[in-house]
């Protein structure tokens, strides 16, 4: 997910439905923050907990990436476990 998975008040209790596409197609998938995310309702330390438990997230926090909350880098490798992609998720803010 790019960001801006959820806006308004009740913002913990949509993340989970919003991600479901995600959460139940088996693969190992990640995401960053948008600048909506956290507009109103609760903010990125209480959703992080959230979205790390659910099914087939890898989403993570690197505190000393600097500014945002759930920057983080992710290899893809290969069936040979080579890397092949690397993505870098960064909180524009």
Known sequence: ST???VYGPANLEHIGP???PLTE??????LVFGNHDT???LPYEELM????????SLF???RAAGH???????NVADDTGKTV???TMVDSG
């Open 3 to 5: 960001g801006d998975t």
């Open 25 to 30: 197609s088996g693969i190992p998938w990640t």
């Open 85 to 87: 992609w690397t993505l």
């Open 60 to 62: 993570t926090d690197d």
């Open 18 to 20: 919003a991600l479901v």
């Open 49 to 56: 907990p959230v979205i790390r438990k659910l099914p087939g």
């Open 68 to 74: 945002g909350f759930g920057n983080h880098i992710l």
């Open 39 to 41: 507009e109103e309702g």
